[in-house]
């Protein structure tokens, strides 16, 4: 019960944006006038262009231009070492320009050699992180995924070259497609596993590898399950290279291991249980409360979602969790309230009854009073117009689906998930107008 799980994974936001050049003091400073003034002056000083081709009504255009062009490090780098352009890519004489460098989507992110020739055209928006990845690329101060995996080829027992592709590895399967993206998924699953394999000690503790654990270790079970065991058994080592990361690791894998068996109806679930107040127990003190231990707190979740999954027993899942609830007191979470109730949704849904549809209420009503986060809020506020819908209050059922439209409209960053959520509310609020008749 550490982390909460969304029904729904959307959010949005409108962000003004002007998008000919960005005037703050920080971040990267823009060049004021033409492609062809811009080449000039590239020439000048001896270096390439950087272009951002976007489009007015790009969202992720202005993401970009709001929260990553304007970050004090992507500026010190980026003016050092480019002309910077920003251009709209559906007017006038950018159009010919677009097409002649392939732009077919944005934002389009382009590396000019000052001769006007490409170095790379990047489509989609980045992080600053992968930004500044794509520019030391185009300066000649990194190596592309491609040319790093070629000497990989050659020097295939070479740990430094193979800890740079796995450390690459993510931004550039996401940029990946269809055969392509499954191709180099094999390549760097077999990757990972011989680099771990060969790195298993002192040598894996550490910052880099840490995170490339977590960004390319995959789903494998039983790959995970070494891994837990490895960081437990080493977490003094670990602690003193990422702090506390590594027991919170520990304590996800395994309650997620926890989980995923119990909801399976397997009760091997108990011997990892078993594991929270023994061999796991250094680890797990990192989410210790003062009214439950770990230990225990596991057990009577664990317990519970068995009984709830395996043998459809709603009135005991009920009654464990709300005495778990009520021990946890001011220390329980909105995500402790929230995921109970989501669970009973989950594993009931209509087979629910009225007073556990009402229980169901009360709980992510806790979890409501407590949230900050807005996409949570709005699976909540979901979760309680399904309930009412469930009761046949439509007008209170209607009240919290506008409730979740109104939240979902402070969500930022993604206009088509935007979108994809006020179309399911729109369908659920139309829903209620046919059962209403």
């Not at 492609?35 to 002056?41: G, H, R, W």
């Not at 559906?90 to 989507?105: H, P, R």
């Not at 005991?316 to 109970?340: H, N, V």
Request: net charge neutral; with cysteine.
């Amino acid at each position: 019960m550490y982390r909460l799980s969304s029904l729904l994974l959307f959010f949005a936001f409108l962000f003004a944006f002007n998008g000919q050049a960005q005037n703050a003091e920080k971040g990267i400073t823009f060049f004021k006038g033409s492609f062809k003034d811009a080449l000039v002056e590239a020439q000048k000083q001896n270096k390439p262009l950087f272009v951002d081709f976007y489009a007015v009504w790009c969202g992720p255009c202005k993401r970009m231009a709001k929260e990553v062009f304007t970050q004090d490090s992507v500026g010190a780098y980026f003016n050092a070492n480019f002309i910077s352009l920003q251009l709209d890519a559906e007017k006038g004489d950018n159009v010919a320009l677009a097409k002649q460098y392939n732009v077919e989507a944005f934002p389009t992110l382009a590396f000019i050699a000052a001769d006007g020739k490409a170095i790379s055209v990047n489509t989609g928006a980045m992080n600053a992180a992968q930004l500044m990845e794509a520019g030391r690329i185009a300066a000649g101060e990194s190596l592309r995924f491609e040319d790093l995996y070629e000497q990989y080829k050659k020097q295939p027992n070479d740990l430094s070259i193979q800890q740079a592709l796995l450390m690459k590895a993510p931004a550039f399967l996401g940029a990946q497609e269809g055969m392509d993206a499954e191709k180099w998924a094999v390549r760097l699953r077999k990757l990972y596993a011989a680099y771990i394999k060969a790195k298993k000690g002192p040598a894996l503790i550490n910052k880099q590898d840490y995170l490339i654990i977590n960004s390319v270790g995959g789903n494998d079970k039983n790959e995970i399950r070494e891994m837990i065991d490895f960081i437990n058994d080493n977490l003094p080592a670990w602690q003193a290279a990422i702090g506390n990361a590594a027991a919170y690791y520990v304590v996800e894998n395994n309650d997620a291991q926890i989980e995923a068996l119990a909801k399976a109806g397997d009760a091997h679930y108990k011997e990892l249980v078993e594991k929270v107040g023994t061999t796991y127990q250094k680890s797990y003190a990192v989410v210790s409360t003062e009214s439950i231990s770990p230990a225990e707190r596991t057990a009577i979740y664990a317990d519970a979602l068995y009984q709830l999954y395996k043998n459809k027993d709603t009135k005991t899942y009920i009654q464990a969790m709300s005495s778990l609830l009520q021990r946890l007191g001011k220390e329980a979470t909105p995500a402790d309230y929230g995921k109970a109730a989501q669970d009973l949704y989950y594993a009931a849904g209509d087979q629910l009854t009225a007073d556990q549809h009402r229980q169901a209420i009360a709980w992510v009503e806790h979890a409501l009073a407590g949230e900050q986060v807005v996409m949570n809020r709005v699976n909540y506020l979901v979760m309680l117009g399904d309930s009412y819908r469930q009761l046949k209050d439509f007008g209170k059922a209607r009240e919290q689906y506008n409730l979740a439209n109104i939240e979902s409209l402070r969500m930022a960053e993604m206009e088509m998930v935007q979108a994809m959520v006020q179309q399911t509310i729109a369908r659920k609020l139309a829903e209620l107008e046919l059962l209403e008749k």
